[in-house]
């Protein structure tokens, strides 16, 4: 028997059978997978999931795609760090740091790629796409190259070159449009409607897409001993990971792995120049689209979020709150996470530091709280922007004199 029953309307509960379908043909709400949750309970265990590999594959049982053939670069089972130090810094008694930089193509996107894409062969696709702001494109264009199937990867043009850079050498096709992330989005989905057989991670096949990101959560609770955080700060772009990450959690209450009734409170970050879901969230209005994007965190850049409204519901029924934060406090915030913790983040990771600190600051998250953070992507993708904020060391001759010239205070006191 299979653990996936098929698809199912978020909004109206209307079912279908798995397939390329990503909206309702009777009231065009988003679709979700729906599990048969006897079969999984069935099945699932903490000691088979120890059991497993070390990667997000440890949860097949909870993911859609049926079979063990997966498209596996070795996604996940990242590490949990107690941050002692930042959170020393930032008054907080348990903080710890989610670091999924270090993942194959160096982002969270990893996760939710592998399961589309392996879901996207089970279903008989022909070819693979997306629409991304940078890191999804290389997280495609690097599980389409394992698995032998075209890719077509939409990027806006004025992304990070640390990052076409990547995405170019797994030689998906790369189309670079002139405008938003919004813009290629809506070309990738006019390609979507007119090839049927390809599958857009993002957009024809995005139920299936976002339950790569619960594994998050599923790895967060195993490390603490199958427990559960107080509260989780997320980056917010689509929306769609912090959704996955409220799913996830509540799955697990659900089926026992942790104790139900654990009510994790879910905050979000988002930088000032593209933060239409922060800004509904804190005056608790509708998300409203916004068409000029201004932000050196270009991952996060989506003007509007698919899952924006779903976001601002999973923040505000769990008690959390949404934090907008400044291009400058997003550097500050990187240079801090790499000098307390040796964790070097892109500018979206420096947003999610940067909103913690803001949120601790202003009394959201108690000093009390065990506080999860969830970092989702590598510094090393976005080098010039980081650059800028970096003062570059003045070079010395090698000799020990020059040493000493310049370290002449440190130098004294050790004699
Ligand atoms: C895509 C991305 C996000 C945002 O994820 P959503 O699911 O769109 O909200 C956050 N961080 C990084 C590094 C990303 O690449
Ligand atoms: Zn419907």
């Keep these: ?17 798995s397939g390329i379908q990503n909206t309702c043909y009777e009231c065009f709400g988003p679709l979700e997978v729906h599990y048969d949750w006897d ?6 265990s903490k000691e088979k999931i120890a059991r497993g590999p070390p990667s997000i594959w440890r949860y097949a049982d909870l993911l859609p795609v049926d079979g063990t053939n997966y498209v596996d670069l070795g996604s996940g089972y990242n590490k949990l760090h107690h941050a002692k130090n930042l959170g020393k810094e930032l008054g907080l008694k348990e903080l710890y740091i989610l670091d999924d930089s270090v ?16 879901k996207a062969l089970e279903l008989g696709a022909t070819a693979i796409g997306c629409a991304s702001t940078g890191n999804l494109a290389s997280a495609v264009g690097a ?5 032998g199937i075209p890719a077509y990867v939409f990027i806006p043009s004025s992304i990070e070159l640390g990052k076409i850079t ?3 050498t797994y030689d998906p096709n790369v189309i670079a449009v002139d405008g938003t992330y919004d813009d290629a989005n809506r070309l990738a989905s006019e390609v979507a409607d007119q090839n049927p057989d390809w599958a ?7 139920p299936y897409y976002t339950e790569g990101s619960r594994t998050l959560a599923f790895e967060t609770a195993e490390q603490l001993g199958w427990n559960a955080p107080d509260h989780i700060v997320a980056p917010l772009g689509s929306g769609a990971l912090l959704c996955a990450l409220t799913r996830g959690y509540s799955e697990l209450e659900k089926i026992g792995l942790i104790d139900s009734g654990s ?12 933060s239409p879901i922060s800004t509904a969230v804190q005056n608790d209005t509708e998300v409203i689209p916004i068409r000029e994007l201004d932000t050196i965190a270009h991952s996060l850049a989506i003007g509007n979020p698919a899952d924006g409204y779903y976001a601002k519901q999973a923040i505000q029924n769990s008690g959390g709150y ?26 979206a990771g420096g947003t999610t530091v940067a909103g913690l600190k803001i949120l601790v600051e202003s009394g959201h998250i108690h000093p009390d709280e065990r506080t999860v953070v969830y970092v989702t992507g590598n510094g090393l993708k976005a080098q010039e922007t980081i650059a800028e904020a970096l003062e570059r060391p003045e070079s010395i001759n090698p000799s020990y004199s020059e040493f000493t010239k310049k370290f002449s205070n440190i130098t004294e006191n050790n004699n």
């Design 1 to 17: 028997m299979s653990k996936v029953i098929g698809l199912k309307c978020r909004e109206c509960g209307a079912e279908y059978p």
């Design 39 to 44: 079969e999984i309970q069935n099945t699932v």
């Design 103 to 118: 993942n194959p193509t160096n982002s969270f996107k990893d996760r939710v790629t592998s399961v589309a894409v392996s």
């Design 143 to 147: 599980h389409a190259a394992k698995a």
């Design 166 to 168: 990547q995405m170019l």
């Design 200 to 206: 857009f991670v993002n957009i024809n096949i995005r």
């Design 263 to 274: 009510n994790i409170r879910i905050s979000g970050s988002q930088p000032t120049g593209c």
């Design 322 to 347: 949404a934090a907008s934060v400044t291009n400058e406090e997003i550097l500050e915030a990187i240079s801090l996470l790499a000098r307390t913790e040796g964790i070097f983040t892109e500018p």
